[in-house]
């Protein structure tokens, strides 16, 4: 699993870098940008899902 991040639809809200920011960070316009490209761990999948699932853009898909 890794996370997909479409920064066409990032509208720079913050919520997935305040979930889960040891996986996201953000650009200085507060665009989403991940840390973490490569494949998940096994304990880092759960909370990728809620970062995801909190976009409001669904600009973040774990897959
Ligand atoms: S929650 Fe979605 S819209 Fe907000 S910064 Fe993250 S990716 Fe962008």
Redesign the pocket.
């Known amino acids: 699993m890794k996370i997909h ?1 479409d920064s066409d ?9 305040s979930i889960a920011p040891a996986l ?1 960070t ?1 650009d200085d316009n ?3 940008a991940l840390i973490v490209t490569d494949e998940l761990a096994d304990e880092q999948v759960g909370l990728a899902q809620l ?1 995801a699932n ?4 669904y ?2 898909e774990v897959a």
């Open positions: 991040l639809r990032c509208q720079g809200h913050g919520r997935c870098y996201f953000y507060g665009q989403a970062a909190n976009c409001p853009e600009a973040i």
